[in-house]
């Protein structure tokens, strides 16, 4: 789960009137005046502070021509074009007209703009931004021949003299004064965080005449400023002292810090604004907003994460309902503990989304999915999927676990979570594969049997140290714990035993199918087959076959195929390797580890990997794998966004892991007795 610092398209909307839109400039004409390049420079780095063309771009259209639609509670309203044409542009305002209009909101013809464009944060700018910011527009941008879309608001709102009344009230059009009693770079960021970057637009609560209730951290008001906002089903937090300085800065420049991961359109803020300012800018920015005491709304999020130490789980993680919900979905990229994957999978322990109060963004996210933001720093896009499949009382129970863990300790109702699918009415997943949950076994008499032998399929490693030889869990190569479709799952299995197995050339019980797992693609030692382990695996099987027959045909059984005409190619595989499969598994196929040696995701190669006699030692079983089961995160397909690549890709990328150094098989002289050995076999 990511965590939205605001939650509207170009990330810091105004939340009420208009709900949407950032620097609308609703002009018509316009004129400009001469300007040198380094003014029309310094007026395109304040656009991109003021991420303009957030609002002002349509999907798919010409940047700053304007025609993005922006929904309100009142009718529908269209970004303008603000390129310099002067037919349909602002080409023939001249600097006064524009000045007005960035801080009074009022064009040049004289009607009044909806407050959806955040004058009332622009008015703070200088003299000198306004006439940068105006020489960039004028004469930075190529002019736009594109014509405005008039708006479609609902009466009485239509009417827009009811503005000229709100601007009285509200309106504060002094540009900032900088507070003597802070340096330099404190006023820096007061300036860019109450200006130009109108952070208050999504987080400052709004009143009854949905304006902002404070502009600043002074006054009477001003505990107000920041504190955080509900705006269409995403909760934009408060920043008031919400994490370190480093953090903050880290958070603008990348997308992600050690807490969180931005979501929502958030993504769009740091993506076409906050990662393009100066590193200076940015620091000022987060001693600003570090300064800020706790406001009305929210207490910051922890100071650090919890700490990831071996046991420390949840205490209701294969206990309850809601925990295990939560291994099946959520264990793949945040992990048992919470602590997520660095620079991949976001944390939930220390995540301020989990701590909120409001739960807005938790069940937003979940509902429908994200993705984190591309920037120089983090270029490669990671996705979560919408989970709209699962049931309302499903979802709250998983999320309502992971607040319990590591949040609020708020439950989130299924009430909740049903109001919100109604309002996003997310698309759902309709493929024919089942998946089974896991949280039922709690209602089967072996409950707690089924439960240890699914917790031997997802921590094979450290509850049977004796019987793994390397660094993987049967969970590796069955997702999810055997449950996600083409990903090798256990659903039905247990039918199709005792079976003939041509490579061991005799017909073999579950048993041992399960110890040739542990023989070869663990290199370990076989269970006794009477153990309490073994038949807790067998019960978990068993528990996965439901009403299934031998003479059934299980939809999603295996892993699929690829075309086995296809030739591989080892040294594109080696480039796909390092573009989609390195950041998870090593450069050198090494795997990730947690900070306390532990490994996150397995080695592809070397002595703690699978053996040569294993099946994904074999190209063409690893390629069929791979095509549909890795990268993890890669789309928002459910249960994993997992899967994507196409069969020569995940052919060539299978070569060249699958032939890479790996651990000898001795019994491989005994395989394949009676029947032609596979032609991709490694011996």
Excluded at 279 to 295: C, E, N, Q, R, W
Excluded at 475 to 483: D, E, K, P, Q
Excluded at 497 to 516: C, H, K, M, T, W
Aim: glycine share 10%; hydrophobic share 35%.
């Amino acid at each position: 789960m990511r965590s939205s610092t605001s939650g509207r398209p170009g990330g810091r909307f105004f939340a009420g009137l208009v709900l949407k839109g950032a620097a609308i400039l609703a002009f018509t004409a316009g004129s400009a005046l001469a300007a040198d390049a380094s003014v029309i420079e310094r007026g395109r780095y304040l656009a991109r502070a003021g991420d303009c063309v957030a609002c002002h771009t349509a999907e798919k259209g010409v940047s700053m021509a304007g025609g993005r639609a922006l929904e309100t509670p009142f009718g529908k309203l269209y970004s303008t074009n603000i390129t310099p044409d002067r037919e349909t542009g602002i080409g023939k305002y001249s600097l006064a007209q524009f000045d007005r209009a960035m801080r009074k909101g009022v064009a040049a013809d004289g009607h009044n703009l909806y407050p959806a464009m955040p004058y009332p944060s622009y008015a703070r700018m200088t003299s000198e931004d306004m006439k940068a910011l105006y020489a960039y527009l004028m004469e930075g941008l190529p002019p736009v021949k594109q014509a405005n879309r008039p708006s479609d608001m609902h009466w009485p709102f239509s009417m827009r003299w009811g503005l000229s009344l709100w601007n009285w009230a509200f309106l504060d059009a002094t540009p900032y004064k900088a507070d003597a009693t802070k340096d330099a770079v404190w006023n820096r960021g007061a300036y860019l965080v109450q200006g130009l970057g109108h952070c208050g637009a999504c987080h400052t609560p709004r009143g009854l005449a949905f304006q902002e209730k404070a502009m600043s951290e002074t006054g009477p008001k001003g505990r107000h400023f920041l504190s955080g906002e509900t705006v269409e089903h995403w909760r934009a937090l408060s920043l008031r002292g919400l994490w370190t300085a480093d953090d903050t800065v880290q958070f603008l420049k990348t997308g992600q810090n050690r807490f969180a991961a931005a979501s929502g359109n958030m993504a769009e803020v740091i993506m076409h604004s906050t990662q393009h300012l100066k590193d200076d800018d940015l620091v000022a920015m987060a001693t600003y907003l570090k300064s800020l005491p706790p406001g009305e709304n929210e207490l910051p999020a922890p100071g650090v994460p919890r700490k990831v130490v071996a046991g420390g789980l949840p205490e209701q993680l294969y206990s309850s309902r809601g925990g295990l919900g939560y291994v099946q979905f959520c264990v793949d990229c945040h992990r048992q503990d919470g602590s997520g994957v660095p620079k991949v999978f976001p944390p939930l322990a220390g995540n301020p989304t989990v701590a909120a109060k409001d739960p807005s963004t938790l069940v937003h996210i979940v509902l429908t999915g994200g993705q984190t933001v591309p920037t120089a720093a983090h270029p490669r896009v990671f996705a979560m999927p919408g989970f709209a499949r699962l049931k309302d009382s499903e979802l709250a129970e998983i999320l309502s676990f992971v607040r319990a863990s590591w949040g609020s300790g708020t439950a989130v109702s299924t009430a909740q979570v049903r109001k919100m699918r109604a309002a996003l009415d997310p698309k759902v997943d309709t493929s024919t594969f089942e998946t089974p949950r896991l949280a039922d076994m709690l209602g089967s008499p072996n409950a707690r049997q089924l439960v240890r032998g699914m917790r031997l399929h997802l921590e094979t490693r450290d509850l049977l140290p004796q019987h793994v030889g390397n660094a993987l869990n049967c969970t590796s190569c069955h997702l999810n714990a055997g449950t996600v479709a083409d990903g090798s799952p256990f659903v039905g299995v247990s039918a199709f035993f005792p079976s003939y197995a041509p490579r061991a050339g005799r017909v073999i019980n579950l048993e041992d199918r399960i110890n040739g797992c542990f023989r070869r693609s663990m290199n370990g030692k076989p269970l006794p087959p009477e153990s309490a382990d073994m038949k807790a695996m067998v019960a978990y099987f068993d528990w996965m076959k439901r009403e299934t027959k031998p003479e059934d045909k299980v939809p999603g059984r295996g892993v699929g195929k690829v075309d086995r005409t296809l030739q591989p190619n080892a040294d594109n595989g080696k480039k796909i390797y390092a573009d989609q499969c390195a950041v998870c598994h090593g450069n050198d196929g090494e795997g990730l580890r947690q900070a306390d040696g532990r490994y996150i995701y397995p080695p592809l190669w070397g002595d703690a990997s699978f053996n040569i006699g294993a099946g994904m030692a074999r190209t063409y079983t690893a390629a069929a794998f791979v095509k549909r089961n890795m990268p993890i995160g890669f789309h928002g397909k459910f249960p994993l966004g997992q899967g994507g690549l196409g069969d020569q890709d995940a052919l060539d990328v299978a070569e060249y892991f699958s032939h890479q150094p790996r651990p000898d098989f001795p019994d491989k002289v005994k395989d394949w007795p009676k029947d032609k050995k596979p032609g991709d076999a490694r011996y």
